[in-house]
């Protein structure tokens, strides 16, 4: 066993590492429910944990790895949420095995959000900076706006959209409205929970970094570092900026799968799939290290548990808040704290080990 981990790529233990870590947090929680020791709010916290998770880790795909900033994450989001809500909703008669639904409806919703990101970003990716943040929080915004009016109808003859109301949808006496404008979809089937979020949050992780370690990755990264030096060596840039942005994209489209299957009602409100909510994923990869997956996740983690652990605080819940915040940031860009964390990682421990043997 341990001439298998000194052959090991570094990469590979990496990844073992990061897997590892997700699944005995979920056996630890699990082993916790089962005694009682968690309590109902936060088991209800769980599920969104994931989807935080989820779309901390895509984000960080285009910016960290991509090197491009995004805040428009949450219109992807929504689509996904929509898409899936709707697919799972009108197919509830026809396929009425719920793993299969839920699973197809999960499909939808990445498909879905990966064609838009596709879409948006053959335009959006010519701008950089700036201007691509700004670009990305329009379309996130619009997406989301056009979502918030948007009518669908079901009868025998079809489908039926409007930008108005419900009744100029025209629908027969039987008919049935879909998607209810600033309602959203009300009777969501509830099919998330703890255990498919983390199967989900294993697959996103599987995604991502294999395409990090892989030929296509490499070729992002160095888009990201030198785009100059990329062209002249025969990289299509183009290519592989669409790559990264579509599979972000498609992931923040099963974040919102995920999402909306936790909700007896999905509405596309300010909210839920605003500028606030990609601004706070945008904090999570900020603060968990910018191109950093496993510290992408514990960031997601600890800002989403921490507001709800000290809300009995009142007062001074806030302050607690942003101090830690302040710390996290400091520990993850600090010079001397970076250097002192590199000295005392898991992989200098390994390798010292591996020395010493």
Known sequence: MKDKLKKMPKTWLDNLITYGMVIIVFLLVQMFISRGLVSNLLQGLLVPLCVYVILA???????????????????????????????SK?????????????????LVGALFAGVFGFLIGMPVLRFRGDYLAIVTLAFGEIIKNVVNALFVGVDSRGFHFSLKDSMSLGLEADGDVIIKGALGIIGTPRNSNFTVGIVLVLITLFIVLNLINSRDGRAIMSIRDNLI????????????????????AALAGVAGVLYSHNLNSVAATPKNFG??????????????????????????VVLTLLPEMLRGLNN??????AVVLIAMMLFNWSPQILAWREQHSIKDFLRKRRKVQ
Do not use: Q, W
């Open 275 to 300: 500028y606030n909510m990609s601004i706070m994923i945008l904090v999570f990869v900020v603060l968990g290290g910018i191109g950093n997956i496993r510290g992408s996740i514990i960031a997601a």
């Open 316 to 321: 001074y819940r806030m302050l607690i808040y």
């Open 57 to 87: 880790i895509s984000l960080n795909l285009t910016v960290g790895i991509l090197g491009e900033l995004s805040l428009g994450h949450a219109g992807f989001m929504c689509i996904g949420a929509f898409s899936g809500a709707f697919f």
């Open 90 to 106: 009108v197919m509830a008669d026809i396929i009425t095995v719920t793993a299969v639904r839920f699973t197809l409806a999960i």
């Open 229 to 248: 030096a990329s062209e002249s060596i025969g990289i299509n840039v183009t290519k592989y900026k669409l790559m990264a942005f579509s599979i972000s």
